[in-house]
């Protein structure tokens, strides 16, 4: 398995990599640290660590590919996801960290093409989408497929 394949299938699982001097950081979320990708880490560390540092040219960002990740199973939360969700648990209803704005639209408006552009982009973020569960003790994410007020 080559360097590009490693970061493709270690960023398909939502693990993040860094450099700190010579040591090689890691970020993942729970149970994403397989024995196997442990074990492909551990093969990698020493190329996985020089393009973090910048010291290797035979791989760039624009060479490792953007992997689509499967809606199928469940979806883990970021970090910061996870502490806004438990933010709310402790503090239910508190709009402290809501961003608020207002347009002022002036002139006709058709409803209906508004309605159709809110929902497009909608449809294009999964972000927009996004639901938060608790699945057998973990908190996941849950994207829900499509609009159903087209």
């Known amino acids: 398995m080559n360097l590009t394949q490693v970061l493709s299938q270690i960023s398909s699982q939502g693990i993040k990599l860094w450099a700190e001097g010579d040591e090689l950081k890691i970020r993942a979320p729970k149970g994403a640290l397989t024995p196997e990708i442990r074990d492909l880490l551990s093969q990698n560390k020493l190329e996985l ?15 490792v590919p953007l992997v689509s990740v ?44 508004l309605q159709k552009s809110w929902n497009e982009i909608i449809s294009r973020y999964d972000i927009l989408r996004t639901n938060f569960a608790f699945v057998e003790g973990s908190l996941v994410q849950v994207v829900i497929p499509s609009l159903t007020n087209e």
């Open 70 to 113: 499967s809606r199928d199973k469940d979806l883990p939360v970021s970090y910061q996801q996870e502490r806004l969700w438990t933010v709310d648990q402790l503090m239910p209803g508190m709009a402290n960290l809501n961003l608020c704005i207002a347009v002022r639209i002036e002139g006709l408006i058709d409803i209906e093409i």
């Open 49 to 63: 660590l020089q393009l973090l540092q910048g010291k290797t040219n035979n791989i760039d960002a624009t060479s």
